[in-house]
């Protein structure tokens, strides 16, 4: 009977476990099977690796940021994205303020919450409009904050109908520090490809230092391995960020 007792305690101990909620370090991505789906943000609970997920026609990828709170969580569906959730906190990070849901046609909703927790507003976008007003957000030169984070967004919602917006905005954009214009690179590389090759073989002329390291990242990017005679020309750029890339863009390109 003791015995019996035992086995049971046991297997109840090992249902708790597959249902705990996991917990991860700021970073990420991270990758789960399964997720609690009554508290937003929305907790994962099975822990896997990225190659454990992709194997599998459901998984779902997050990112801890702050404080170690989620800021990210998406589902895919037989390796295309199914939805994705942004979670913005108040400063300190104690306070969730407003969540907003990305379908996969790139609708998004807005969901804004009180200290308890509890929705006070909700607002829905279009993925038309939303394109429309992340464009005219490029052009905001007042602070490069503002256009690298629609540059991202519109990599995201695969919208290349905005690629000439970025690009302008990334030649006419005005800075402050040496750590804008990185995030340009990334939604470049996904709306233009290879098909953005000459452009940037233009741009590595340019007298923006930041202008020329995108560029360089781009044609890494998209294996743009006949831009190598080119990037070499900029082994010895004044700039350290230019040199970097460079180096970089050479290593990926097999040069070396």
């Given amino acids: 009977m003791k015995y019996l007792i035992i086995l049971f305690v046991i297997a109840l101990l090992g249902l708790a476990s597959c249902g705990q909620e996991e917990k991860y370090p700021q970073g990420g991505p991270y990758y789960s099977g399964s997720f609690d789906g009554n508290t937003i943000p929305f907790r994962p609970i099975e822990k896997l690796t990225e190659e454990e997920a992709k194997s599998r026609p459901v998984y779902y990828v997050v990112v801890v940021g702050y404080k170690d709170r989620i800021i990210s969580f998406a589902k895919y569906h037989n390796g295309k994205k199914e ?7 108040t400063y300190d990070a104690k306070y969730l303020e407003r969540r907003e849901l990305t379908a996969s046609n790139g609708d998004i909703q807005t969901d804004y919450f009180d200290k308890s927790g509890k929705i006070i507003k ?3 976008e279009t993925r038309n409009a939303r394109i429309k007003r992340l464009i005219i957000q490029l052009e905001d030169n007042k602070d490069w904050d503002v256009p690298l984070v629609a ?7 695969d919208a290349k109908e905005a690629l000439p917006a970025i690009i302008k905005a990334l030649k006419n954009g005005k800075r402050s520090d040496c750590t804008c214009g990185y995030a340009m690179d990334e939604a470049i590389i996904k709306l233009g490809g290879k098909a953005i090759i000459p452009e940037m073989l233009k741009l590595l002329k340019s007298k923006d230092w930041v202008v020329r390291m995108v560029a360089v990242n781009v044609l890494s990017g998209v294996g743009a391995k006949e831009a190598i005679p080119q990037i070499q020309k900029l082994a010895k750029d004044p700039e350290e960020g230019v040199r970097g890339a460079v180096s970089n863009a050479l290593n990926e390109l097999g040069d070396r």
């Fill in 83 to 89: 939805f994705s959730d942004k979670y913005i906190y």
């Fill in 122 to 124: 909700t607002e829905k």
């Fill in 151 to 157: 540059a991202s967004e519109l990599g995201e919602l």
